[in-house]
């Protein structure tokens, strides 16, 4: 078992920043990869972006790239998205996943490939 706990949320001005951070506990010497998500309302579950645990590898979604930057610290079993020039688009509830099964080809932008979700982070982008 896993358990992940998002913070860091808030609201925030068209154009500003938030830090978002998960803090994995419980059998985290298993973690493959972790990956950020998001929900708007009456929206789906969108993909963020991922890292491979190991690697260091990363994944963007083209609608954050070059404005959300993730980072992980292995030794803490923490994980982070600096958030910047944030759009009220990206208003949503943000959620922190991660993958303790190994690897497989393809796969990480998707919710499925994930084992263990935390319980979410709102973040409200407006004026």
């Known amino acids: 078992q896993v358990q992940l706990v998002e913070s860091g949320g808030g609201l925030v001005q068209p154009g500003g920043s938030l830090r978002l951070s998960c803090a994995a506990s419980?059998?985290?010497?298993?973690?493959?990869?972790m990956g950020w998500f998001r929900q708007a309302p009456g929206k789906g579950r969108e993909f963020v972006v991922a890292?491979?645990?190991?690697?260091?590898?990363?994944v963007y979604a083209d609608s954050v790239k070059g404005r959300f930057t993730i980072s992980r610290d292995n030794a803490k079993n923490t994980v982070s998205l600096q958030m910047n020039s944030l759009k009220p688009e990206d208003t949503a509830v943000y959620y922190c996943?991660?993958?303790?099964?190994?690897?497989?080809?393809?796969?990480?932008?998707?919710?499925?490939?994930?084992?263990?979700w935390g319980q979410g982070t709102q973040v409200t982008v407006s004026s």
């Open positions: 996943a991660t993958r303790v099964r190994p690897l497989v080809p393809g796969g990480l932008d998707s919710g499925t490939y994930y084992d263990y």
């Open positions: 419980g059998r985290t010497s298993s973690t493959y990869a």
């Open positions: 890292v491979l645990w190991r690697a260091g590898s990363t």
